[in-house]
């Protein structure tokens, strides 16, 4: 561990990914506390998919893949929250649909796309030692502009998160508020599939999430606790890619689950402890 540490302010793509963890873990924190009081796991997991069509298209068209991925998530996130409040149709059917339609499309149009093919890998199981200094510039922006808006509008956040229907009969105008909230977790997504990577990210707004919500029910402490764990989790996932040499993604979410277990443990001593106190 110590030489790891030492390593960390010797080689600039180790600074960057722990940088990088940490920001990722923050936005992750933020955005998948919300994501699981709102029960939007399968939306997210949707979004999340339904994004490498945009890669597709993007690497087909040239341009940068996480600008195409960033358009098709956002669009898959607007036609998701649309239908949902529309349509008839069940909601976990049309999830599905854009989920099968986002990687039939990156598929198709990276297949024909001429030349090189990339290396899908990077983008369903991210790199985090790849990210760069810019790439950190941007996914600070991002956290900033979400610490913003989690702010200012604290108050229908948790309202739209605990009982969604119930915020829209109170106040109308919530409705614009819950679409900037699925834009803020469709870029949250694309931010980090160099991270963790498309397989992987779901993880990553979930698990440390899941873990906080066996410490706390409060969603102020469930940001900050999942912050805190997706921290610790990165940094001893990073620690043990770099020392084994294998990949960064994989290892970072054996680490957040390996802390669920732990936790969830500690939980159910200190829980039966409490009840023989309390029989005696």
């Known amino acids: 561990m110590t030489s790891f540490i030492s390593d960390i302010f010797q080689y600039n793509f180790l600074m960057n990914a722990i940088i990088t963890a940490i920001l990722a873990s923050i936005c992750c924190g933020i955005i998948g506390s919300y994501i699981i009081i709102r029960k939007m796991v399968f939306i997210s997991g949707g979004i999340t998919h339904a994004s490498f069509g945009g890669i597709g298209i993007a690497w087909f068209l040239g341009i940068n893949p996480l600008i195409g991925a960033s358009v098709f998530a956002i669009l898959s996130s ?4 649309t239908f949902s409040k529309r349509s008839k149709i069940n909601n976990d059917a049309i999830i599905g649909m854009m989920w099968a339609l986002g990687m039939a499309i990156g598929i198709i149009f990276i297949y024909l796309t001429p030349g090189y093919t990339p290396n899908l890998m990077s983008y369903l199981f ?10 950190n510039i941007l996914l600070l922006l991002f956290l900033i502009i979400l610490a913003i808006v989690f702010v200012l509008f604290n108050k229908p956040i948790l309202y739209l998160a605990f009982d969604k229907n119930y915020a829209e009969t109170q106040q109308k105008k919530w409705f614009i508020i819950d679409y900037i909230l699925m834009i ?26 899941i873990t906080a919500s066996v410490i706390t029910s409060k969603f102020n402490l469930l940001i900050l606790y999942s912050c805190i764990i997706g921290i610790i989790g990165s940094f001893l996932g990073l620690f043990v890619s770099y020392k084994y040499n294998i990949p960064s993604g994989a290892t970072i979410i054996f680490c957040f689950i390996l802390i669920f277990l732990i936790v ?11 009840k023989k106190r309390q029989m005696v």
Do not use: A, H, W, Y
């Not at 607007?78 to 929250?81: A, D, H, K, L, T």
């Not at 991210?126 to 790439?135: H, K, M, P, W, Y």
């Not at 997504?189 to 990553?204: A, D, H, K």
């Open 78 to 81: 607007v036609v998701v929250e």
């Open 126 to 135: 991210g790199n985090i030692l790849s990210v760069t200094l810019n790439d």
């Open 184 to 209: 803020m977790v469709s870029i949250c997504i694309v931010m980090n599939i160099r991270v963790i990577g498309i397989v992987l990210l779901i993880s990553f707004l979930t698990i440390p999430q």
């Open 264 to 274: 969830k443990l500690i939980s159910i001593i200190i829980s039966s402890i409490t």
